[in-house]
């Protein structure tokens, strides 16, 4: 494509330019005010945690000390007990007991009633409200839970129905002077003291404090709920499984969600009380703590509005005034270009236009002047069509504006350009072009036209896709060849070295194709192997490369599978059993139904230190050995394989040697029968390795059965037994 190219007035900026500058600065001042209002915004926040953080963790501190003095009565209850156990609970100790719980009430009001209960649950005596303790059947199952086992001194809270509030039950074991388990000194919390405490505090707009137990159980909240009377609320279960795993850890946070209770979104401060199954949650409203961050958001963006207002006015100005200049310079340049048409004519005629390329000349704003009859059979254009047009008519809009820019800073230095361009015909269809670009100059320098020629490419392109995909693609399967997947397995290695992302590579060797291929002929095979590659693709993720490596040998190459090797291997032999899965389902070839399966090996790529030779015969190795175990399953790669495959391959190579080289050796043992009478020898073959010395036969035996070296060294064998026997003594001829 030839853009039109008009000259601007020296000095000044070009629209396209000033409009540019405009657009970086008025860009600029937004980013920059983004950025500071990003800034200030998680200033707020992390302000405001900080602050809910610091009242939940004061609140926590409060209600800890709160608590305290109930295991403090408790504490004093039992010791009272202890001293007066060996009289029996007297008078004495009934006034005791009267004057302690008259002062506990007095400066613990939450104090509900007091207990003493054997170490039988039997309730000895009780102070308080009646029906205490283990009236309630939240209390009888706590204090038997206690009695079993006495780990957990406090119970959760509960929902009395009698009195209609929130109850807990604090338990302490009473001992004597020997260490006798004497029975449980029991407390009864009443919880609507923390709604009284609250009730007391001066909050903050937008904040609201709440008391929950372990159980994401509402005990008391500060202030009342704008949809729920707080009747109803107290004791209702808060929907928050972040609240809830926060509260699992072992230390106070903070943290912002939407607020189950009020529905907005809120920045939670969360403090636990220590020793008790209850936490404080000091919550700020986000609207309320960015109240000022939105009033700066409105200021700030109201006055760059009005910025880029006052430069817009600025840039139309300009742009108005080198217009004015432009039309000027332009008048001048047509009377110019009036004197020399004559002498471009002349020059133009002297070119050969009429050629087997395509032509097209245009002047110098890129308006179209003269195309050839190539040029129309090629584009699909005719010449009354694009005369007058500028050639961007032709664009296809696969290049962008960086590859235009490059191709005139070549004709305005070099005075060409050529290479591959796709353009548009007429019909709409794209296609490939080289095109040839030169600029004719006049006597003082300036371009008066370009000339362009273009080549249709379509066919040569088809040819070399065709070729590309003979040379990357198996032609039967249509997957990716073991070419393709090689370079493949390589990138892959390399990125797996630099991005610590873990990688698999899957053998798959397809269990009883041979016979079926070898029976039912070479087409039904071809339709098999179609349909097992169909199936393991089917099975494969998007990301994964399917590859057939030749016969009934596919490949898959696993990318991605996550920064561990466990966690990879874990999502490798889940594909690969789904895989297997797969493989196993009956499989129809005309009216036949056939059973196929596979064999996976399975390697993974590591580090990326491995090689791609080495990363596939790892591969191959687990596939060999998940055929050993049967068929239809799988096996990793394991090094010891590796190392066991090493020497069976040495043993291999220099067994083919040791008859050659004499290095077998038979050894006899005799056989006798019950009387100890020889009746024959035992023939025992040994291999004496010059570098391993004495190889046990088990050793070298399977390799000789697997490689069918185990003919020829039976043959030798036989024969040197053969001539061990006739050498003996008992077989030679006596002399004459």
């Not at 035992?682 to 697997?706: C, K, Q, T």
């Amino acid at each position: 494509m030839i853009p039109a190219r008009e000259k601007r007035p020296q000095g000044r900026w070009s629209a396209l330019q000033a409009a540019m500058i405009y657009t970086v600065a008025v860009v600029l001042v937004l980013l920059a005010i983004v950025w500071a209002l990003k800034e200030r915004h998680d200033r707020e926040l992390d302000a405001a945690q900080g602050r809910v953080l610091a009242q939940a963790e004061l609140m926590a501190e409060w209600a800890s000390g709160t608590f305290n003095s109930t295991d403090n009565t408790l504490s004093g209850l039992a010791n009272l007990f202890a001293l007066s156990i060996d009289g029996g609970i007297d008078q004495r100790f009934a006034r005791a007991f009267e004057s302690l719980v008259s002062q506990r009430q007095q400066s613990l009001p939450f104090l509900d009633a007091l207990g003493i209960i054997s170490h039988t649950g039997e309730t000895l005596y009780t102070m308080g409200n009646p029906g205490f303790p283990g009236h309630d059947l939240e209390e009888r199952a706590f204090i038997r839970r206690f009695l079993q086992d006495h780990e957990q001194s406090h119970s959760d809270s509960y929902w009395n129905p009698e009195s209609g509030d929130h109850r807990m039950l604090y338990l302490r074991r009473m001992f004597d002077a020997d260490g006798f388990f004497l029975g449980v000194a029991a407390a009864r919390l009443d919880l609507y003291f923390i709604t009284h405490a609250l009730q007391r505090l001066t909050l903050d707009p937008g904040e609201s404090i709440a008391v929950i137990d372990g159980n994401l159980r509402l005990i008391a909240r500060r202030p009342d709920l704008e949809n729920l009377p707080m009747t109803q609320a107290l004791g209702m279960q808060i929907d928050a499984p972040a609240v809830a795993e926060l509260i699992a850890g072992e230390r106070s946070g903070a943290i912002t969600l939407r607020s189950p209770l009020a529905g907005d979104s809120r920045i939670f401060g969360i403090g636990r009380v220590e020793g008790m199954p209850i936490v404080v949650v000091v919550g700020y409203s986000v609207r309320s703590v960015l109240a000022s961050w939105h009033q700066q958001v409105v200021i700030l963006t109201l006055g760059w509005l009005l910025t880029a207002a006052l430069g817009l006015l600025i840039l139309l100005h300009y742009l108005r005034l080198s217009r004015t200049e432009a039309e000027l310079q332009c008048s001048e340049q047509a009377l110019r270009e009036i004197n020399h048409s004559l002498q471009a004519e002349l020059r133009i005629a002297a070119m050969a236009f009429e050629t087997h390329l395509g032509m097209f000349i245009t002047d110098a704003k890129g308006i179209i002047r003269k195309v050839n009859a190539t040029f129309e059979h090629i584009t699909g254009y005719s010449a009354e069509e694009v005369l007058g047009e500028n050639p961007r008519l032709l664009n296809s809009g696969r290049h962008n504006a960086d590859f235009y820019r490059e191709m005139w800073s070549s004709i305005h230095a070099e005075g060409s350009w050529q290479g591959e361009v796709w353009n548009r015909r007429k019909n709409g269809d794209t296609y490939p072009q080289w095109v040839t670009i030169s600029a004719v100059k006049d006597a003082q320098g300036e371009v008066t036209h370009y000339v362009a020629t273009i080549s249709d490419l379509t066919h040569r392109k088809a040819a070399e896709q065709e070729a590309h995909r003979l040379a990357f693609f198996d032609p039967l399967t249509g997957l990716p060849n073991r070419r393709m997947m090689l370079d493949r397995l390589e990138q892959a290695l390399g990125a797996s070295h630099h991005s610590e992302q873990q990688g698999a590579l899957l053998f798959i060797d397809l269990d009883g194709f041979k016979h079926i291929n070898d029976s039912l002929g070479h087409q039904l095979g071809d339709e098999l192997l179609q349909l097992m590659a169909r199936r393991i693709q089917a099975v494969s993720r998007d990301a994964d490369l399917v590859a057939r490596l030749g016969g009934d040998e596919f490949v898959i190459l696993a990318e991605g599978l996550g920064e561990t090797i466990d966690g990879a291997s874990q999502t490798a032999e889940r594909l690969a059993t789904r895989l297997l899965g797969k493989l196993t389902q009956p499989c129809w070839l005309g009216d036949h139904r056939h059973l196929l399966s596979g064999s996976i090996g399975i390697t993974l790529l590591g580090d990326g230190t491995c090689r791609v030779d080495e990363c596939l015969q790892q591969a191959e190795m687990a596939m060999y050995q998940a055929k050993q175990a049967g068929r239809n399953t799988l096996r990793f790669f394991d090094p010891v394989m590796q190392a066991v495959a090493v020497r069976r391959a040495m043993i291999e190579s220099d067994l083919r040697q040791a008859i050659r080289r004499g290095e077998l050796r038979l050894f006899y043992q005799l056989q006798v029968n019950g009387h100890s009478q020889v009746t024959g020898v035992e023939a025992l073959l040994r291999w004496e390795h010059p570098v391993h010395g004495m190889i046990p036969p088990g050793d070298f035996i399977p390799v000789a059965e697997e490689s069918y070296l185990i003919v020829s060294i039976g043959g030798w064998v036989l024969e040197t037994a053969c001539d061990n026997w006739q050498g003996g003594p008992a077989r030679r001829k006596p002399r004459a």
